[in-house]
């Protein structure tokens, strides 16, 4: 089964502190995603990545830097974390036409 | 721009009952169609459509692709509690790495 593991289930942080977010995925996937999710808008790519190195913005990468320096490991970057960026996290990879997404991490800035 | 539209935005029901949930898509070169259940949790993986007319069949659940009319259904029939969930779908355009556009979801509640 592919696992798709990400360090938090849950993270509280204070405004304006340097966020880290992890995912790690075992199945040597190339393509790699961060989404937040929120009610009543689904879910949203900030930004992804097709290969170690290689980052695309999504639809909404403004607060937000990704990093992906091992092929297994792509992580979210929130540089000074804002309360309007309170949100699920989800990571994702991608193979075969199906994307395996991780737990989430609920994160709340306060 | 991309777009994924859901109806209706939730659901009440009761066991037993059959529902159908829509999603409409705009997106230019299209691929695929995926549809998710998302509990708790992080969402799972229920269907994917490529071609339309054609059905796809998991116990209960069923979903079809009109590609003509951009658009998808998902029925549940003889729902149960278990069903309750929002349920998400994903468009994939023809673009490099493989991006989703989804839409904001249907939450479904089944009531016993």
């Known amino acids: 089964d592919v696992k798709v593991t990400q360090s938090s289930r849950y993270l509280v942080k204070r405004t304006g502190e340097k966020v880290f977010l992890e995912c790690v995925q075992d199945m040597d996937h190339e393509n790699m995603f961060w989404y937040r999710q929120d009610p009543g808008l689904g879910l949203r790519l900030i930004y992804f990545s097709y290969d170690v190195k290689m980052k695309e913005k999504g639809d909404i990468p403004e607060g937000y830097s990704v990093s992906r320096e091992k092929k297994e490991r792509f992580s979210l970057i929130l540089e000074s974390a804002s309360t309007n960026q309170t949100s699920m996290y989800l990571c994702?990879?991608?193979?075969?036409?199906?994307?395996?997404f991780g737990p989430g991490t609920r994160l709340t800035v306060l | 721009e991309d777009k994924v539209v859901q109806s209706p935005l939730s659901l009440v029901v009761h066991e037993g009952d059959t529902v159908t949930l829509n999603c409409s898509y705009e997106?230019?070169?299209?691929?695929?169609l995926l549809w998710y259940k998302q509990e708790k949790k992080a969402p799972t993986f229920l269907f994917m459509l490529?071609?339309?007319?054609i059905e796809k069949k998991s116990g209960r659940l069923s979903s079809i692709l009109d590609k003509k009319e951009l658009f998808s259904i998902l029925n549940i029939t003889a729902t149960q509690t278990g069903d309750s969930a929002i349920y998400l779908c994903a468009v994939g355009p023809m673009e490099y790495g493989n991006k989703l556009v989804f839409g904001a979801g249907t939450i479904l509640r089944v009531k016993s």
């Open positions: 490529t071609s339309s007319g």
């Open positions: 994702a990879s991608f193979s075969d036409n199906e994307q395996f």
């Open positions: 997106v230019t070169n299209f691929r695929s």
